[in-house]
């Protein structure tokens, strides 16, 4: 990891394009600098000026001294790698490039920004951008960005740091942030990350003692693998990381490409290898905000579920309807709670999860901390939201600090969560203030709060748990491995497939046909045939030997009318299975994230309701179990109107065995079993068919 410390916190600043023009980049730095009080060293450079604003001016970057800490470049691009040049020859320890048009400018600015890269790396300099908005490190008072940055007082408040890619989004999420009453330590825009990106910076600010949080936005990332070793870490710290990473659509994806020159990645890929690692994926900037400020101001959130106190019945049915769709766990409270409660509110409220409080706490304020105690002490409830109708600053100032007092004197050592039920109804900011004082989050609509609550406890929730199995190495040759020849490398570790074997001949065919019993299968065999059906390469039901001799001759020629320069190695013969349920299940290892399974149904269903799943190929045996059961068909794999329950013992192994092959043998690419036969309980599983790609 390059040290960052010059760039972040440096004691003396050049800025390369100083300008008097109010407006001007180099100008609003430097009026940024005076503001916080930056009290190191700033080197305006112009050569058309002597001084701006009664400082001296130099007329080039040769006129520095040696080793200035970071140098900003507010000029055009094509002066830009002059001028990362002569800063190199200065020794200086950085540089933050605003330009554009480098990578996702095409080929002369991709070459360029190579050429930036190659010189901070020669000369050990940290380059931030190009294509950014530079940083605010606010917990030193250093405004490196010509966007006017506020001075902040964060003393006191939870502190959060923000890493983007987009500059216009971390100015967005860090007035979200702020706006919300959090502290923050760093904002840095990693734009093109031509010699530095969001990796580095993330590994900084987990080595920050003050920073809570790390919110983050990101369209790639340019070392995956690190980035998931980092977030493992933070996991393990208790460091939050939440991220916005755009890119479910493919137009998101070619926005990407032009906006950062990223060539962005398959997103659910990602999705995979960053939640399993312990980062909190979300799906907007209002949850990347909301997410944050729960996850900083409540604490360690744990898994489990959420009480819900209302005052309004109607409410309390949309928050069921809601729960059910975010998947929003609402334990009823039963037991000593449910007596308890029992006891400390009206006959006239029924006790349940989410429970109306009515009215009546407007006249029984008390009832808000007689209700708190029993659920607070129940362990079933990982958290507890008010939605409350807030109406006016007369019905706020008779519920918000009775709420407040309550909370205040109870101490939870769980997240309590305030939600408005009427979003812009006027509340007095000094309850909002006085709510997170006490360590509560306030929302201004029960949704935000429960999608936010469901992010964190389903995050808490995932477990660290690893697979035991040991990897398998296969020897495996590079190229496309045909289904023979994969079948043979697979099934002596366990991979079930039907009987059979592979025939160069009809006389191989026949003796393989007699060995397993008609009726038969025959497929083509060839590594430059993927899809055999697509060339009439598969045959099935073959009844005795007269047909398989006409089938061979026949399968030889199909596959010549299709393509004539595909040479068959034979034909691969087995026999005949019988129904079941249909699965595809493969094996991909990434290049850049690494390997991962996809598992889902088959047929037409797979299609048209894209009923896959990935996942990381370490999980045990038990959470492969959940995530086979989660899939949208999941409930047909446990009996479903009649039919009988699946072997999905059997399935589980197969996924495992999988998980054991990509790790003992990285040079694999691909592994597809399509599809796999599912029998009833008991009855195992086979895979149809085999295909390997490996390096």
């Known amino acids: 990891m390059p040290d960052l410390s010059r760039l972040i916190t440096p004691r003396s600043v050049a800025i390369v394009g100083a300008s008097p023009t109010l407006g001007a980049l180099g100008n609003s730095v430097m009026r940024n600098l005076v503001r916080h009080g930056f009290s190191g060293d700033v080197h305006l450079i112009n050569p058309k000026r002597d001084e701006i604003d009664r400082r001296p001016c130099l007329p080039s970057i040769e006129a520095l001294p040696d080793g200035v800490d970071v140098a900003i ?84 408040k939870p502190q959060v740091a923000i890493v983007s890619q ?39 600010l987990l080595d920050d003692p003050s920073t809570q949080a790390i919110a983050m936005i990101v369209e790639q990332f340019r070392q995956p693998q690190r980035f998931l070793a980092l977030a493992t870490k933070a ?80 409410f309390k049915a949309l928050t069921l309807d809601l729960a059910e769709q975010i998947g929003l766990d609402l334990p009823q409270m039963g037991g000593a709670t449910a007596q308890a409660l029992r006891d400390a509110i009206p006959d006239f409220i029924p006790v349940s999860n989410p429970m109306d409080l009515t009215a009546q706490a407007l006249v029984d304020p008390d009832l808000y901390r007689r209700t708190l105690v029993p659920l607070l002490a129940d362990d079933a409830y990982a958290a507890l939201v008010f939605g409350i109708i807030q109406t006016d600053p007369a019905t706020a100032s008779r519920k918000f600090p009775h709420i407040t007092d309550a909370i205040t004197s109870l101490k939870p050592d769980k997240p309590v969560v305030f939600a408005g039920l009427d979003e812009g109804a006027e509340v007095p900011a000094e309850y909002v203030t006085d709510l997170r004082a006490a ?55 366990g991979i079930p497939f039907p009987q059979g074997g592979f025939a160069a001949s009809t006389k191989e065919a026949k003796a393989i046909a007699a060995r397993v019993g008609y009726p038969i299968a025959l497929k083509a ?51 005949m299975g ?41 999980l045990p045996r038990e959470a492969i179990l959940a995530k086979l059961r989660a899939l949208k ?30 790790a003992g043998t990285p040079s694999i690419r691909e592994i597809d079993l399509n599809p796999v036969i599912v029998y009833p309980a008991g009855e195992g599983v086979v895979a149809l068919d085999a295909l390997i790609l490996a390096d």
């Open 73 to 156: 470049l507010a000029i055009p691009g094509p002066a830009v790698l002059p001028a990362v040049r002569a800063l190199a020859e200065r020794k200086a320890g950085g540089a933050i490039i605003f330009s554009a048009g480098f990578a996702e400018g095409g080929d002369e600015g991709l070459a360029a920004q190579a050429e930036v890269a190659r010189i901070a790396r020669d000369h050990d300099m940290i380059v931030l951008g190009p294509n950014c908005l530079g940083l605010v490190n606010y917990a030193a008072g250093v405004p490196l960005t010509f966007i006017e940055a506020p001075v902040l007082d964060s003393a006191g």
């Open 439 to 493: 360590g509560v989050t306030y929302f201004p609509s029960p949704d935000r709060a429960f999608r936010a609550l469901r992010h964190l406890t389903k995050a808490a929730a995932r477990s660290d748990a690893r697979s035991q199995a040991e990897p398998i190495a296969l020897d495996v040759p590079s190229g496309v491995i045909p289904e023979y020849r994969a079948k043979q490398l697979l099934a002596p570790i």
């Open 633 to 662: 068909q999941g409930p047909l794999l446990d009996g479903y109107r009649g039919s009988p329950a699946l072997d999905v013992d059997a399935v589980a192994a197969l996924i495992e065995k999988l998980g054991q092959v990509l």
């Open 166 to 204: 987009s500059g216009a989004m971390a100015v967005v999420l860090g007035t979200t942030l702020m706006a919300k009453d959090l502290g923050l330590t760093l904002s840095v825009s990693t734009g093109n990350e031509a010699a530095s990106g969001v990796e580095d910076y993330v590994e900084h």
């Open 525 to 575: 065999q060839s590594a430059a045939l993927s899809h055999k059906s697509d060339a009439g390469g598969v045959i099935l039901s073959i009844v005795d030997d007269a047909g398989l001799e006409a089938a061979w001759t026949r399968l030889y020629g199909n596959v010549a009318k299709y393509d004539r320069s595909i040479a068959l190695d034979g034909g691969q013969v087995e026999a």
């Open 578 to 618: 019988r129904r079941g349920v249909e699965l595809i299940i493969g094996a991909r290892n990434d290049a850049d994230w690494g390997p991962v399974i996809l598992v889902g149904f088959g047929g037409v269903t797979a299609e048209l309701l894209h009923d896959v799943r990935l996942l990381p190929i370490d």
């Open 235 to 314: 996991r393990a710290m208790g460091k939050p990381i939440v991220l916005l990473h755009p890119g479910t659509s493919s137009a998101a994806r070619e926005s990407a490409a032009t906006h950062t020159g990223a060539m962005a990645g398959d997103w659910q890929l990602m999705k995979t290898k960053v939640e399993r690692a312990g980062a909190i994926l979300v799906d907007s900037l209002e949850a990347l905000g909301d997410v944050t400020e729960l996850a900083v101001r409540a604490g360690k959130v744990r898994a489990g579920g959420t009480a819900v106190l209302t005052e309004s019945g109607a």
